[in-house]
């Protein structure tokens, strides 16, 4: 079915648009743009505080890219306008590809930043040292202070408590998977049809 767009009756279509005119849910005629036929891969409500706004993904086959495409809204009169999923097997296959490309990179960045992230088994520096990781939590140092971020790591058999911030990963890259180009596309792969969820890592 592709979008469909209400638009005034001088409206000059855009390449890759057709014009018709149709029957108004409001009454009368109404102009509408159509685009994306063949190309839209999912559709989405956006529910706000006090109205709602609906957009779909799509294949743009120009820029090879995925988009999204806001087509309506409860904030004004939208109700001529629509989308329907309708994408061939061909641009599915084309979007996937490219969703695994997108998420293959954030998947690289995610896993740097979690190499860096403190967890319990971490080799650490500290203001006076180095040891180990063995509890990551909130407490406060005094009775009526505001909790933070503590961590407890362990040095010589003894344990100590720093503000996190105080704290620092050595060597992160040893926390790295071992192959991160392989590893990134296989989570990509697992990810491909989630056309919504464009950069959630």
């Not at 988009?67 to 809204?73: C, F, L, S, V």
């Not at 790591?153 to 192959?179: S, W």
Request: charged share 35%; aromatic share 12%.
């Amino acid at each position: 079915m592709s979008i469909i767009m209400a638009v005034p009756d001088d409206y000059k279509p855009k390449k890759g648009e057709r014009v018709e005119t149709r029957d108004s849910v409001g009454g009368g005629k109404t102009k509408v743009a159509i685009s994306y036929e063949g190309a839209v891969l999912s559709t989405r409500e956006i529910n706000g505080y006090n109205d709602s706004d609906f957009y779909a993904m799509v294949w743009d086959e120009k820029e090879q890219e995925v988009k999204r495409i806001d087509y309506a809204t409860t904030r004004g009169w939208t109700y001529d306008n629509n989308a329907r999923v309708d994408a061939t097997p061909e641009v599915i296959e084309k979007a996937q590809r490219r969703m695994v490309e997108r998420f293959k990179e954030d998947f690289k960045r995610k896993f740097k930043r979690d190499s860096k992230k403190l967890q319990i088994g971490k080799e650490v520096t500290t203001p006076d040292g180095e040891g180990k990781v063995f509890w990551i939590g909130k407490a406060r140092r005094y009775r009526y202070d505001v909790a933070t971020e503590r961590v407890g790591v362990i040095k010589e058999g003894k344990k100590y408590f720093y503000d996190a911030y105080q704290v620092t990963v050595i060597n992160p890259e040893q926390y790295l998977p071992k192959d991160v180009e392989q590893e990134s596309i296989n989570c990509a792969e697992r990810y491909k049809s989630q056309y919504h969820g464009i950069w959630v890592v």
